[in-house]
C-alpha cells in the first residue's frame, strides 16, 4: 500500500473534479507536514509509530507520534473503497482525513478535526468535516480565542457561522461529551457540494482550526497546573473513550474499525 493514499484520481472524474481531487490531496500532504512539523518542535523527545491498514471497506494509514508535551498526536488518511448505506455511497473518489491530538498539559484540551472530500458513483458529491476542542479544564480567555478565529474565518468568507456551530450545540457532542462547541460541523444536510469556492472553505477552517489551537498549547505547555486540573483532564478523556465505544454512530459501523480509531484517537492514558 502507498503511504499516501490520494494519489490515485480516475480518469472518470471530469477536469474540474480531478483538479480538485488533487488539490485534496496537496492538502492533505500540507497538513500532515504542518501538524508533525509542529508536534515535533513542541516535544523534545518523541516516538513515531506508522501503521497501514488494508480492510474490505477502506484502506488507511494512521501515523501517531507520542512525546512530553503532545502525548499523542495521531494524523489518519483513509480511501473508502465501497458503498456502506446508509452513510456512504458507493465512492468514485472519497477521501478523509482525522487530526487528534492529547496535550501532556491537562489546561489544554483534546483536538480533534475531520475533513471528507468525496464524488460518488450515482453523481452526487459532497465535502465536509468537523472540527473542535474537547477540554477538560476550560480556561475562557482560551475558548473565546479559538472561538474568535473561527468566526473571523467565516466572516471573511461572507458566511453566518451559527448554521455550522449548531449541530455541535445538540445532544451527545453537547451533553455527553461536554466539548467546548467553538468549532464547525459540515456534516449537516443539504451537504456542501464539491466546488472550489466550498472546498477553500473547508480546508481553510480545518487549518485555523489547527493554528488556533497550537497557538493556545504555545502559551499553556509550561504553565503550572494543579490536581483538579488533572483529575478534569481524565474526566475528559473517559467522556472521548465511552464515546467511542457507545454512541459514536462511525465507530460502529465498517466504515472505522477497531484497530483503526483506537490508535488513531483514543486516549493515551485513561483513569477509572
Not at 30 to 35: G, L, P, R
Not at 154 to 159: D, S, Y
Not at 162 to 181: G, I, Q, T, W, Y
Request: with cysteine; aromatic share 10%; glycine share 4%.
Amino acid at each position: 500500500m502507498k503511504n499516501n493514499l490520494f494519489d490515485a484520481h480516475p480518469a472518470e472524474l471530469t477536469p474540474e473534479q480531478s483538479l480538485l481531487s488533487k488539490a485534496m490531496s496537496i492538502f492533505a500532504d500540507k497538513m500532515e507536514q504542518k501538524v508533525f512539523g509542529a508536534v515535533s518542535k513542541l516535544n523534545s523527545t518523541q516516538t513515531t509509530q506508522t501503521e497501514h491498514f488494508e480492510m474490505e471497506a477502506a484502506d488507511y494509514v494512521v501515523k501517531v507520534v507520542r512525546g512530553d508535551v503532545v502525548e499523542k498526536c495521531g494524523f489518519m488518511r483513509t480511501v473508502v473503497k465501497k458503498e456502506m448505506p446508509p452513510m456512504m455511497p458507493e465512492p468514485l473518489v472519497n477521501r478523509y482525513i482525522q487530526i487528534d491530538i492529547y496535550p501532556s498539559t491537562p489546561l489544554v484540551g483534546m483536538l480533534h478535526i475531520a475533513m471528507n472530500f468525496s464524488y460518488n458513483k450515482d453523481g452526487g458529491d459532497m465535502v465536509g468535516g468537523i472540527m473542535d476542542v474537547t477540554p477538560g479544564t476550560i480556561i475562557d480567555e482560551d475558548v473565546t480565542f479559538v472561538k474568535e478565529q473561527m468566526d473571523k474565518l467565516f466572516a471573511k468568507h461572507k458566511l453566518d457561522i451559527v448554521p455550522f456551530r449548531e449541530p455541535l450545540l445538540k445532544e451527545n457532542h453537547k451533553d455527553k461529551l461536554k466539548a467546548s462547541c467553538i468549532g464547525v460541523s459540515f456534516f449537516k444536510m443539504p451537504f456542501l457540494e464539491v466546488n472550489e469556492e466550498n472546498f477553500t472553505l473547508v480546508k481553510d477552517a480545518v487549518e485555523t482550526m489547527f493554528d488556533a489551537y497550537h497557538q493556545v498549547l504555545l502559551k499553556r505547555k509550561d504553565q503550572q497546573f494543579s490536581d483538579d486540573d488533572v483529575d478534569a483532564m481524565f474526566a475528559m478523556r473517559k467522556r472521548w473513550l465511552e464515546k467511542q465505544f457507545f454512541w459514536d454512530p462511525f465507530t460502529s459501523t465498517d466504515l472505522a474499525p477497531y484497530e483503526v480509531w483506537s490508535l488513531q484517537d483514543m486516549p493515551p492514558q485513561v483513569r477509572f
